[in-house]
Structure formats: structure tokens, C-alpha cells
């Protein structure tokens, strides 16, 4: 699994009994908050079909939520295995429905054709900065892990990935980066290089929509484009939406990890 991980920039796991018990668990958990009206006012976007949910789940540092237990299974067992036993941040509840994506306050017309067409396809971490949205490399995530939560059939917004996309943008990467110190690299603009390992991705990687029901999980590399595809006709899912915890833990600043690692 680890080989396909680093080949591909992704891999499923099938599902197994103990992350079954801490998806259901988890999922208790989030409905509550998904419901709460605070955090709805702060998370629900794209004209209500899409619930953004950064830092919604209360689990700890092991990925104990409620009663569940640290979280455990063999896709989290993969991520430290190449990545160390880093401690897990609150974890994002990401909830789509039916509909979306509907357009967002605010957002303009270049940004919601490409939310349509290219899924928003991203590589987490790099924010847009200043007026002019600038891509600067502002938080270091070790891997992607994705756990569903809820009952979800294919095309019902899943995760969209560009295999092996990860290979584009670690080139890009290594020769943005890689020539100056690890200290400066938040500073760095890489947008025009960025958008243009982009571009090659979308002409030259394969996409791939993962669908995953609860007890199941899937890793993807923190250099992989990824993004969320539109709501198909006529796709399922539990009425509480498409609903998919999310760990991204970073890696420590001072060292030049995020770029060397596997």
C-alpha cells in the first residue's frame, strides 16, 4: 500500500472493523456540530451545499472523538510509517449535498468555472495571499487522510485525484523551493510556477473520483492535486449529505521535510 501511495499519489483500504466503530462514533459527533447554528454560520458555503468544517471535530491528539478510541487501521498505520506519529489536529467535517456546487457570495465567475470544471482542484497548503491572491506556501501537511462517515454512492461529490500528480508538483516544488532556505520558503510566490504544473497535470494525469463508504479510508500524498467534483444527477447519499473526516497534520517548521520526505 505504501508503494502505491508513493507511485500513484493515492490509495484506498478496504474496510475494516475498528475504523468502521470510530467512523460511526465520529459521525454522532459530527452531525451535532454540523447541526450547531455557529458553526454553520461559519462553514457552510457554496450556497449551502458544501459544509467546509476546519477544526469541527473534537478529537484528540490520537484521534480518540467520544467514546471511539484513538483511531487506528491500517491506512493511519501506512501515514506513520512514512511520515512518524505526528499528533492529530482537530479534524475537518467536510459535508456535501445535492446541488452542489451552487455559487458563493463573493466568488467570481473564474473561480466557480473552475470549481465546476476542475473540481477547484488544489495541492493543500497553498494559501492565496494579499489582494492578489498570491499562492505561497503557508501551512506543511504530511499526508491526507480521508475516513467517510456517512452512507455515500459514486458520484455523489467524492474526492477527485489526479494520479500521479504528485510528481509534477514536487518537481515544481524542488525547483521553486529547493534552491533557498527552508526559512524563507512562506515568502516564496509560486503562483505562475504552480499554475503551470497545474496545467500539465490536468493534460497529462489521469482523474480519479474515490468513493469510500464508512469503515473504509484512503490516503493521498501531500502533492497530489486533489479537489471535490460536482454533485452527479442522480447520485445518492445518506440524507445527513456526503460526509468525510479529514487529517492533514503538519510537519514541524526548521527542517526541510515537506520537501525531502517520501
Known amino acids: 500500500m505504501v508503494k502505491a501511495l508513493l507511485e500513484k499519489g493515492w490509495v484506498h483500504f478496504a474496510a475494516e472493523p475498528e475504523v468502521a466503530r470510530w467512523a460511526s462514533a465520529a459521525c454522532a459527533v459530527a452531525e451535532a456540530r454540523v447541526g450547531d447554528p455557529a458553526e454553520r454560520e461559519r462553514w457552510l458555503r457554496c450556497g449551502g451545499t458544501w459544509f467546509v468544517g476546519v477544526d469541527t471535530l473534537p478529537n484528540d491528539a490520537d484521534g480518540g472523538v467520544a467514546d471511539s478510541g484513538p483511531l487506528v487501521g491500517h ?47 488544489h495541492v493543500d497548503g497553498l494559501l492565496a495571499v494579499g489582494e492578489d491572491r498570491r499562492r505561497m506556501l ?12 456517512s452512507d455515500t454512492g459514486p458520484g455523489a461529490s467524492p474526492m477527485v485525484v489526479w494520479e500521479g500528480s504528485h510528481h ?39 482523474r480519479v473520483e474515490i468513493t469510500a463508504m464508512p469503515g473504509e479510508a484512503y490516503l493521498v500524498h501531500r502533492f497530489a492535486l486533489h479537489g471535490v467534483a ?19 497534520p503538519e510537519l514541524a517548521s526548521g527542517y526541510r521535510d515537506w520537501l525531502d520526505l517520501p
Open 75 to 121: 491506512a493511519f498505520e501506512a501515514a506513520r510509517a512514512l511520515y512518524g506519529d505526528l499528533p492529530l489536529h482537530k479534524g475537518q467535517v467536510s459535508v456535501t449535498y445535492p446541488g452542489y456546487p451552487r455559487r458563493s457570495d463573493g466568488e467570481s465567475d473564474a473561480a466557480f468555472r473552475y470549481r465546476v470544471n476542475r473540481d477547484a482542484g
Open 138 to 149: 503557508k501551512e506543511r501537511h504530511a499526508y491526507i487522510l480521508g475516513l467517510p462517515l
Open 168 to 206: 509534477v508538483m514536487r518537481d515544481m516544488f524542488a525547483d521553486s523551493l529547493g534552491p533557498h532556505p527552508e526559512a524563507t520558503w512562506a515568502e516564496i510566490d509560486l503562483t505562475d510556477r504552480y499554475q503551470a504544473a497545474r496545467r500539465r497535470v490536468f493534460e497529462t494525469c489521469k
Open 230 to 248: 460536482p454533485w452527479a444527477e442522480g447520485a445518492t447519499a445518506s440524507p445527513k449529505g456526503r460526509m468525510i473526516a479529514y487529517f492533514r
